[in-house]
């Protein structure tokens, strides 16, 4: 278990994060389709074949790029140089450390999105996440995709969850992840754990935080807050705040204020275990005692 107890962020990536879909700031256009041609192609795609939505736009993404431009692991993590943050999230996360520092917690990020690992990876932040959890492709030995070998789609991202709570992060370990953990044990209690997202990909993940103790913010961009609204009439997310990271902003306000609940909230837990403790030790001492009396020792 570690030293201090662990406050987990889990975040979407594309609108909640950065403002748009990660293709649609370089690869569309590289292409020569427009993002309403590309992801109408995948839509095509999907509903044609039956196929996850996730796999047809990763089909669409190698298919299309075929003669068009080189497509390696390395050409798309330099797609990652180019998509945009929204305000404050590059200074974002030593603040959210920083804060849960002096409040006796670890603050730990993790990414769990449909977009593409390997241009999130080529962002400025990758290096601030424990794992990036997101779709994938399997490369061979010149470093081209060959097949996919993640496809996170708004169901499957409820997974890793699980694995942040239980410190199971290798994706090929799943006999340990399916294991009875008991509570105490868990790296992570869901209490200590935020899950920030933009819309309903989101919700199984919102909710699954959210009935477990821990909370769930649904960010929304300029005026658009209809369908975010929506998730919180419904009971899906705590709260609705705009996808601004700026300092003293209302998500770090919301965030912090979070973190203070969760100082108290593990602070009566180990009230809680150490009364346990102690009647469990009482119990055994009472026992022993009547054994050694009913035995005239």
């Known amino acids: 278990m570690p030293d201090k107890p662990i406050f987990a962020l889990m975040y979407d990536f594309d609108k909640t994060l950065s403002p748009r879909n990660m293709q649609e700031y370089a690869f569309i256009s590289d292409i020569k389709m427009t993002p309403a041609e590309f992801w109408a192609e995948c839509n095509k795609i999907m509903y044609d074949n ?20 080189l497509f390696t692991r390395e050409t798309l993590r330099d797609l990652g140089k180019g998509v945009e943050l929204f305000e404050g999230v590059e200074s974002w996360f030593e603040r959210v450390n920083s804060y849960a520092e002096k409040h006796g917690m670890k603050a730990e990020h993790y990414i769990i999105s449909s ?8 962002t400025p932040i990758a290096d601030k996440f424990e794992r990036i959890y997101a779709a994938e492709y399997c490369y061979d030995e010149d470093g081209v995709p060959c097949w996919p070998a993640m496809a996170v789609n708004y169901t499957s991202k409820t997974q890793f969850l699980y694995r942040i709570n239980k410190g199971v992060f290798d994706v090929t370990e ?16 869901f209490r200590n754990m935020v899950y920030i997202g933009d819309g309903l990909t989101d919700v199984p993940c919102m909710k699954l935080v959210r009935s477990n103790g821990g909370h ?8 658009d807050k209809a369908a975010v609204n929506n998730l919180l009439l419904k009971g899906r997310v705590d709260y609705v705040l705009k996808a601004d990271y700026r300092e003293s902003g209302e998500l770090e306000k919301a ?6 609940l969760a ?35």
Request: no cysteine; glycine share 4%.
């Open 216 to 223: 769930s913010i649904a960010v929304y961009q300029d005026d």
């Open 174 to 189: 799943n006999d340990v992840l399916n294991d009875f953990m008991p509570e105490e044990k868990r790296r992570v209690p």
């Open 115 to 122: 977009g593409l690992k390997e241009i999130i990876e080529g």
């Open 50 to 69: 039956h196929m996850d939505q996730i796999l047809a736009y990763m089909f669409v993404m190698f298919k299309k790029a075929r003669g068009k431009l």
């Open 263 to 297: 100082e108290a909230k593990n602070r009566t837990m180990n009230l809680h275990m150490q009364s346990m403790e102690q009647a469990q030790k009482e119990i055994e001492e009472k026992r022993i005692r009547e054994w050694e009396r009913s035995r005239g020792i």
């Open 255 to 260: 965030v912090f204020a979070i973190i203070d």
